[in-house]
């Protein structure tokens, strides 16, 4: 594997239920990020972990849950969802959050529906 | 606040020239990014513009006047796989990048 990699791909859920998208990165970065865009809207930046440390969390309801057990792996635990949160969440990668130029490499997201 | 405004969707011909246009208010600024994004892909970076001016890329230049918070991006010799959404976003005081909603392009025969 390369580069920033998510699954499921594709999910389909009902409000009721509980879900976790996971994202891996194979970049050697310390920062990772969640994402949520929806159609004709910009990215909405949501978690920002540097060193598996929280370091942003842009007033993101608690029924999303992120978790990064190591600098490779973060996860975003799904529970109790309306269905305005139906929308691609994207994960992305950079060498660090500050000082400058850190190009975010992207994994190829997770479409999420909430029925 | 913060703003990002960049045309909601653009054509073009192959093999012609388009300019994308982004301007922005933000609070603090450490550079601006232009990502390329095709339909249900991940976005991919293009340029990164810190210091006025143009920098080029192939067929790809961004230019960025800070004074008037805008930025372009030129793309020449249109090619159909050029077709894309064309994200501008903009790295705060806090390091955080701010995004445009995008700019669909389209490019035709």
């Known amino acids: 594997e390369t580069g920033v990699t998510q699954t499921p791909r594709h999910l389909v859920m009902g409000m009721t239920n509980k879900k976790s998208l996971k994202c891996e990165q194979h970049?050697?970065?310390?920062?990772m990020y969640w994402y949520k865009q929806s159609a004709k809207k910009p990215l909405e930046l949501m978690f920002v972990?540097?060193?598996?440390?929280?370091?942003e969390n842009n007033s993101v309801p608690s029924r999303f849950s992120p978790e990064c057990p190591n600098s490779s792996h973060l996860f975003l635990h799904l529970h109790t969802l309306q269905p305005e949160d139906s929308a691609l969440y994207l994960c992305?990668?950079?060498?660090?959050?500050?000082?400058?130029?850190?190009?975010?490499?992207f994994g190829p997201g997770t479409r999420l529906t909430v029925l | 606040g913060q703003n990002i405004d960049q045309p909601t969707e653009m054509t073009a011909t192959e093999g012609a020239i388009v300019q994308i246009n982004c301007t922005y208010q933000?609070?603090?600024?450490?550079?601006l990014f232009w990502y390329q994004q095709h339909a249900g892909e991940a976005p991919t970076f293009l340029s990164y513009?810190?210091l006025d001016g143009l920098e080029e890329k192939g067929r790809f230049s961004s230019f960025l006047s800070r004074s008037k918070g805008y930025s372009y991006l030129l793309l020449k010799e249109l090619q159909m796989k050029d077709s894309a959404s064309y994200l501008c976003?903009?790295?705060?005081?806090?390091?955080?990048?701010?995004w445009g909603a995008g700019t669909k392009l389209i490019i035709k025969p």
């Open positions: 933000t609070s603090g600024f450490n550079g």
């Open positions: 976003a903009t790295m705060d005081s806090n390091y955080q990048l701010i």
């Open positions: 972990y540097s060193l598996e440390e929280r370091v």
């Open positions: 513009n810190v």
């Open positions: 992305a990668s950079s060498q660090g959050v500050q000082g400058g130029f850190h190009e975010q490499f």
């Open positions: 970049l050697g970065h310390n920062a």
